[in-house]
């Protein structure tokens, strides 16, 4: 389920991304970014950020976004996907 998740998809909507050779770019929403530090490679669905250190997929980046736990992050997923 997880797996599914596109990460450039949801960093869309928290973060301005240009494109860069093999990767897009953007400013770090997890730290005062004056630059675009962060970084999103599609075909890993994986982000990492040069300014503080944080790194992950697409979970990881709505549990920094939301300030949320994993669980909660994938139990609202869950939700989502199979709504009761
Ligand atoms: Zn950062």
């Known amino acids: ?47 990492k950020c040069f300014g503080c250190g944080a790194e992950g997929g697409p979970v990881e980046f709505l549990m920094r976004i939301e300030n949320k736990s994993r669980n909660e992050i994938i139990s609202r997923l869950a939700k989502q996907n199979f709504p009761a």
């Open 1 to 47: 389920m997880t797996e599914e998740l596109n990460l450039v998809e949801i960093a869309k909507k928290h973060v301005l991304l240009l494109q860069s050779r093999k990767a897009l770019k953007g400013r770090c929403p997890f730290h005062t970014d004056e630059t675009t530090s962060l970084m999103i490679i599609p075909h890993t669905n994986m982000f």
